[in-house]
């Protein structure tokens, strides 16, 4: 009675449900008519405010090779027009440029951290529903096993009784 019982807190835990008016069969039932799995991906980004559709763009961007190409030939670029074309824009030890780098930094690594607690909410969200998926094949796969024991026990009784009508007839 234990047994059941603690399959009825998990059940209820898996489908937030009042189960007293549900017989164990029912519950089975209810598990497999009833989808459990959710889109992940959908259901955040139905969510997904302005700042977070920039932040995700940003990041995807500035986590790209050709970013850091053309971010690494405008450094380039700058540090040779400043040294041969404009000597007093900017000269060497390229303080404008340093303070460019400076507020490109402060701005970049925020915007990358909201992207991965997005990313990380995704990810915890993935493995809620991946845990009750799974909770939910358990709870159907020992049913199941229960359903084949008693077809078992049944053709063993089956064929008892076959040997004594056999035994009978000689």
């Known amino acids: 009675m234990e047994k059941n019982s603690s399959k009825r807190d998990i059940v209820k835990k898996l489908i937030s449900k009042d189960i007293s008016e549900y017989d164990?069969?029912?519950?089975?039932?209810?598990?497999?008519?009833?989808?459990?799995?959710?889109?992940?991906?959908s259901e955040i980004d139905s969510n997904i405010t302005f700042g977070e559709k920039i932040a995700d763009k940003l990041t995807m961007i500035a986590g790209s090779w050709?970013?850091?190409?053309?971010?690494?030939?405008?450094?380039?670029?700058?540090?040779?027009?400043?040294?041969?074309l404009?000597?007093?824009l900017d000269?060497?030890?390229?303080?404008?440029?340093?303070?460019?780098?400076?507020?490109?930094?402060?701005?970049?690594a925020p915007i990358i951290m909201m992207s991965q607690?997005?990313?990380a909410k995704k990810d915890s969200m993935r493995?809620?529903?991946?845990?009750?998926?799974?909770?939910?094949?358990?709870?159907?796969l020992e049913d199941l096993h229960l359903k084949i024991e008693n077809v078992q026990?049944?053709?063993?009784?089956?064929?008892?009784?076959l040997e004594n009508l056999k035994k009978k007839r000689k």
């Open 24 to 41: 164990e069969e029912d519950l089975i039932n209810l598990l497999i008519d009833e989808p459990l799995s959710i889109d992940i991906d």
């Open 91 to 108: 000269p060497y030890p390229f303080i404008l440029l340093n303070l460019l780098l400076s507020c490109i930094a402060a701005l970049q």
């Open 153 to 161: 026990r049944n053709q063993n009784m089956i064929l008892k009784e």
């Open 66 to 84: 050709g970013f850091i190409i053309s971010f690494a030939s405008f450094l380039l670029a700058w540090i040779l027009i400043n040294t041969y």
């Open 117 to 119: 607690n997005r990313a």
């Open 127 to 140: 493995s809620q529903n991946d845990y009750r998926i799974d909770l939910k094949s358990e709870l159907i």
């Open 86 to 88: 404009f000597d007093d």
